[in-house]
C-alpha cells in the first residue's frame, strides 16, 4: 500500500505573489488545530471549534 506521504508529495506546488498552494504536512498540524479551535472561525465555517486533540 503506497504511503500518504508519498501519495501527497505527488502534487505540485503553485505559487503567486501573494497564495502559496502546497500539500499538507505534519508540520502544518500546530497551525490547524489552533485554526480549527477558535470558535469565531468555527461559527463563521458553521461548524463547532475543535478544542482536544483526539486521543489525547
Same mark, same amino acid.
Given at each position: ?5 508519498? /501519495?501527497? $508529495?505527488?502534487?505540485?506546488i503553485a505559487e503567486t ?9 505534519? @508540520? @502544518? $498540524?500546530e497551525a490547524m488545530f489552533?485554526? $480549527?479551535? #477558535? /470558535?469565531?472561525? *468555527? #461559527?463563521?465555517? *458553521?461548524r463547532k471549534a475543535n478544542?482536544?486533540?483526539? *486521543?489525547?
Amino acid at each position: 500500500m503506497e504511503s500518504i506521504f508519498l /501519495k501527497l $508529495a505527488q502534487y505540485p506546488i503553485a505559487e503567486t505573489e501573494r497564495l502559496l498552494l502546497r500539500p499538507v504536512t505534519l @508540520d @502544518d $498540524a500546530e497551525a490547524m488545530f489552533e485554526c $480549527a479551535s #477558535d /470558535k469565531k472561525k *468555527g #461559527d463563521s465555517l *458553521g461548524r463547532k471549534a475543535n478544542y482536544k486533540v483526539k *486521543g489525547r
